[in-house]
């Protein structure tokens, strides 16, 4: 998570959110006062608030850009990216050069994927304030983005010259020196960024990024430990758990254990191979998981009772309940249990899969495979969020014409969401991608059937890619450098059987990919 500029000074907000409170009953039409509002809700990360309170001193005060400023940061901040750009481009027009809506701006281009633009803002901005510390710090972060840390480093070393205290900037710089390879300069400065911070949700951000830090270092037992700063409510996507139940680490065990599924579907398959220990001490253990997850979860884990969480958007937060929950007992989130099951390498077992797809309906589809020629490869090539920075961790599409074009091998297109322009892109190469009559977003235990009757499972990590590996079908990793769920080794721990192909540096899949398209020609040659 790249760090630009901070929300508004760290201050109580309990106290300037009842300071404004009072004063705007005194002055409702006051502009000013419903700024400070807005501005107190958002240092409590009440977004919906905040915004709806920006938008009131906007009408209120048309002529003031330095409420357009502030809405359009916080726009940002939410991921509206148009809005923010129009709101910016407001503040700018009324104060030309002002360095940080210069830097908000510029992000706001860097994560529409307009880095050219981006740079050339930067670039004007910076001979006019080129002691402004927050210019060079956000030409960092631009470059970052496209890979290219060995120059950010540059960029954000002279924001720390400039202004030695500059957490934001060390910050940023401990995660160009992760994604170089140097993890033991990473922690560092991510300890020197977490002593210099004082804004409650950046250090929640250093935390947690430390943790996975740690996790790829293969310090694990550290690195768990350190995991729990996902769920500090000052992590601006920390999510809310609304459970009425004590957690296991703070109440003595007594009743049944609720083990609530968390993050995305992913994560939730990814963790679930904690869930057979778990099974083999606690005699009462209820699994709340994404209802989508919920058949397949039954059918692997027979003991359990699972029911369905319900998850919504609330104020800028994933609220997660679970309706069917016990009335007593105590909860743990899922990924929590790691801690106590996968303190070291040596705890991760060494089986097939851990999920069981329904036998009848995987004979189904390799009955419905066995009418095309060849071996049998499914193909994925993004997550759900691919945006900004989290690109990243994707292959483009058309990088992949050497997998595409593997003789012997029909590939069967496994990418949920619209995939239309990069099946129109496989055709003009004169390959087809063989598409499964199913929803491959929705039906998830169909999906875990189709992936256990293929011959190999590629993509990068994500939903799919860890479904089939715990249904114990082949994966075969495409993934960026430096990515924590390989916990330091070659491989990933999660899945035995699986392979990972790494690309030598962020944005230079050339290798990876060859490498996976001869394995998978050589594949191929053994039929």
Known sequence: MIRTMSAPPPEDAEAALAMAREALRARPADGEVWRALAMAHEMRQEFDEAVAAYERALQLRPEDAGIAGDLGRLAHRLGLLTQARQLLAVHLKAQPGDPDSVSVLACVLRDQHQPAAAIALLQDAIPKAPGDHRLWNTLGTVLSAQGDSAAAVTFFEEALRLQPGYSSARYNLACAQFDLGDVAGALDSSELALSQAAEPSERAIIRFARATMLLCAGRLGEGWDAYEARLDPDLPDAPVFEIDLPRLSEAPAGGPLLVVAEQGVGDEILFAGVLADLA??????????????????????????????????????????????????????????ARRYRRSLADFPDRRGYLTPDPGRAAHWRAWLSAHPGRKAGLLWKGSNATGARALQYCPFAELEPVLRTPGTRLVNLQYGDSAAERACAAGMGVELLQPPLDLRQDLDELAALCAALDVVIGPSNATTNLAGACGAEVWFLTAPMAWTQLGTSGLPWYPSSRAFVARRHGDWTSAVGELAAALAARAAQT
């Not at 997850?293 to 003991?303: I, K, M, N, Q, Y």
């Open 280 to 337: 083999a001490e606690a005699p009462e253990v209820v699994l709340a998981v994404d209802p989508r997850l919920a058949p397949l979860f039954r059918r692997s884990f027979p003991a359990m009772e699972v029911v369905a969480h319900a998850t919504r958007r609330e104020n800028g937060r994933r609220r997660r309940r679970v309706p069917d929950a016990p009335a007593s007992g105590v909860w743990e989130p899922m990924a929590s249990l």
